[in-house]
């Protein structure tokens, strides 16, 4: 039930920060406005200057799509999940193991080094 909860939660904040229409909500629509006034030849605050106007636009871009991956990723972990956990409840053997110890001072951390 958590992990339902983190999954709404989490993938509906994402979509809104994408696509909201308010400008404080949206990363896009932000970029759209401020490249609507620059293509009018406004300067908006915080902006004082067309190659800040052009950052910002810049910025929303690049927020939007690093929202966009970590929307993948969840997207992504929780279909790795559910593959786990059909098999789990279909009483199939899920090769689940993790890897050796290696003392951080023995011989075997050498190997790695």
Not at 37 to 43: A, D, E, F, R
Request: hydrophobic share 50%; charged share 15%.
């Amino acid at each position: 039930m958590p992990t339902t909860w983190l999954l709404v939660v989490t993938l509906t904040a994402g979509y809104q920060k994408l696509f909201h229409e308010n400008v404080k909500i949206g990363f896009l629509s932000h970029a759209k406005m401020f490249q609507d006034s620059l293509s009018q030849g406004k300067i908006l605050a915080p902006a004082t200057n067309e190659a800040q106007m052009r950052q910002i636009i810049m910025n929303d871009y690049i927020d939007a799509t690093l929202c966009a991956i970590f929307m993948l990723v969840v997207i992504a972990m929780l279909i790795s999940a559910l593959n786990i956990w059909i098999k789990v409840l279909q009483n199939k053997h899920v090769p689940l193991k993790e890897a050796p110890y290696v003392p951080r001072d023995g011989e075997g951390a050498k190997h790695y080094a």
